[in-house]
């Protein structure tokens, strides 16, 4: 079982959409939605849910004023100016660290484990799919992302599947580090901005931070030519393979307005051939 | 005033907006740019840096001559930064979110601060305006701390920019916590409309006063504009797609600067904030 990640550094370049059209390229898959923060796969995958599962990480404090001597030993230590004069804990600030609970004399810190959002097993189309969802302000993104692509070796491994393709979060911190770790190559999908080119250089190099071989596509390429040129320059004295330049298509936005596609929406849109060879290029550097 | 510009997804323009918005703001402005995972902001205003600070979180140091092997240390750290392994105290600096519990606990006076580097941040000047941005190390996991430490070096009496990430979680919360308002910035599509629902929630929970900004108004359906609507969210400006405003974008050009037509546009969406957190103030 190989697992490919798809990020990007630089948001809304097209992860979603791409992983979404690879799906249906790709034979018998298992699909992850690591973009735990904002997930979005499903919107176009529609899975039927077969399992949901509370995801339970960190913790927060809360003070009872029952017991609370207002001895101001919690404010004192607290790093993360958590907890108010008057000795209520911010849960929104609270880190989850528990000196609190621990050096509270009265007792009266309670420290209860977060419900910090959920994560589910469906059945797609293209095959099963395992997604989550954060709770809003939440923290231990990571961990959650940890969680679903352990979830996706699973059943690939039960069904004999040989590919999980991993639709990960934007960005190089820690949902991102956790999201690759592992995996048998990622494909950045970038875009020929300015910013495109900067974030894409920067997750090259969280990718080779972490081992894993990282492979370029160029998405909305025609938008900058020069950029997309100066993007392939880049990407080759990176060491890393461009593994294609897909097109600017309206019908990348118009088939995930229908919950459909690229293929399914338009087999003969101009970016469909496009992604087609992508996707080659992917299984060949896979192999 | 601190005006943070934020979205649930990503790439749907907060950095046009975000910069835009300042440059119409005037020379008095201060530009911070938050998300420190993949910063932009200075591809587009061009700043002549000026200074860069190496910015760390503490750290535990053990003391092996002043170790007892209490595991007192162990006992208390939650996220597995500190351990034992054979009889000896290892640290996982990466790991450690500089509670200080362990040196708060440790009853043999073992365990000193030292600093981890996870990134830095940088001061420039751009046609007057003070620009600022933090850049998280490559490799390392924590944004929030670098997020915290930009967000403490604006000066709160003079008016700020910030350009938040992208997602609803702590990133977003230490970028956006405390600010005046936020200007939302979304597409027109289901992608969207789902991440707005998020970002909506999250500046709920943080009380913050919001407003929409519907970017590439026209390439998709009316979710977000209906969403808008029924749940009483302000939208400040529509932005329709146009492809040579892609391309200028791709080239790393302001919008305000690339197309003037939208300064008088901007100039206007700083009155309307204005005004509408004036009116909360009341």
């Not at chain 1, 071989?213 to 060491?239: F, H, S, T, W």
């Not at chain 1, 995930?256 to 293929?263: D, I, P, R």
């Not at chain 2, 700043?47 to 600070?53: D, I, L, S």
């Amino acid at each position: 079982m190989k697992e490919l990640v798809v990020i990007s550094g630089k948001g809304g370049s097209g992860k979603t959409t791409m992983v979404a059209a690879m799906a249906q390229l790709s034979d018998n898959p298992v699909l992850c939605d690591a973009d735990v923060d904002a997930a979005d796969l499903h919107l176009i995958l529609s899975p039927g849910v077969i399992e949901t599962h509370d995801f339970m990480a960190g913790h927060t404090a809360s003070i009872n004023p029952e017991r609370c001597n207002e001895c101001g030993k919690c404010i004192e230590l607290c790093r993360w100016n958590a907890i108010s004069g008057d000795f209520v804990v911010d849960p929104v600030e609270c880190e989850g660290c528990g000196v609190c609970y621990y050096f509270c004399e009265q007792g009266a810190i309670e420290f209860p484990e977060n419900l910090s959002g959920h994560w589910y097993i469906s059945e797609s189309r293209f095959g099963p799919m395992v997604h989550a969802r954060l709770g809003v302000a939440e923290e231990n993104s990571g961990k959650l992302v940890t969680r679903v692509r352990q979830e996706g070796a699973k059943i690939a491994e039960a069904g004999s599947h040989d590919l999980v393709i991993t639709d990960g979060p934007p960005g190089t911190g820690c949902p991102v580090i956790a999201a690759i770790g592992g995996a048998a190559g990622v494909l950045i999908v970038t875009e020929p901005s300015v910013s495109g080119r900067h974030d894409m250089e920067r997750v090259i190099e969280v990718a080779r931070h972490f081992s894993v071989p990282a492979m370029v596509c160029i998405n909305k390429y025609d938008l900058n030519e020069a950029g997309a040129d100066d993007i392939q320059r880049l990407v080759k004295k990176n060491n890393v393979t461009c593994v294609g330049l897909v097109p600017f298509d309206p019908a990348m936005t118009k088939s995930m307005v229908q919950a459909k596609t690229l293929f399914e929406y338009d087999p003969h849109a101009p970016a469909c051939e496009a992604v087609r060879k992508v996707w080659e290029q992917v299984l060949n550097r896979l192999a | 005033m601190i005006i943070s510009v934020a979205s649930g997804k990503g790439g749907t323009g907060k950095t046009t907006v975000a910069t835009s918005l300042a440059l119409s703001l005037g020379k008095d402005t201060q530009l911070a740019d938050c998300d420190v995972e993949a910063p932009n902001v200075h591809l587009f205003v061009h700043p002549e840096f000026r200074n860069e600070e190496i910015i760390t979180v503490p750290v535990p140091k053990v003391d092996e001559s002043r170790c007892t092997g209490c595991g007192k240390c162990v006992e208390i750290c939650r996220f597995n930064a500190i351990v034992n392994i054979a009889d000896t105290i290892m640290t996982f600096p990466e790991l450690c979110h500089g509670c200080g519990g362990c040196q708060a606990v440790c009853p043999a006076g073992a365990i000193e601060e030292g600093e981890r580097i996870i990134g830095v941040i940088q001061h420039g000047l751009c046609n007057g305006m003070d620009f600022l941005h933090g850049r998280l190390r490559i490799g390392e996991a924590m944004a929030p701390p670098l997020i915290r430490q930009v967000r403490s070096r604006i000066n709160p009496d003079k008016t700020a920019v910030i350009d938040a990430p992208p997602g609803t979680s702590c990133p977003v919360i230490a970028a956006i916590k405390d600010t005046d308002f936020v200007v939302l910035v979304a597409e027109p599509t289901p992608f969207g409309l789902n991440d707005l629902e998020l970002a909506i929630e999250t500046v709920k929970i943080l009380k913050i006063p919001a407003g929409l900004i519907i970017n590439r108004s026209d390439i998709g359906d009316m979710g977000v504009a209906d969403y808008a609507a029924r749940e009483n969210i302000p939208v400040l400006m529509e932005i329709p797609y146009d492809r040579n405003i892609a391309e200028a974008y791709c080239r790393g050009e302001p919008l305000v600067e690339a197309f003037p037509q939208w300064r008088r546009r901007f100039v206007r969406l700083c009155e309307d904030i204005d005004e509408l957190v004036a009116e909360i103030a009341l």
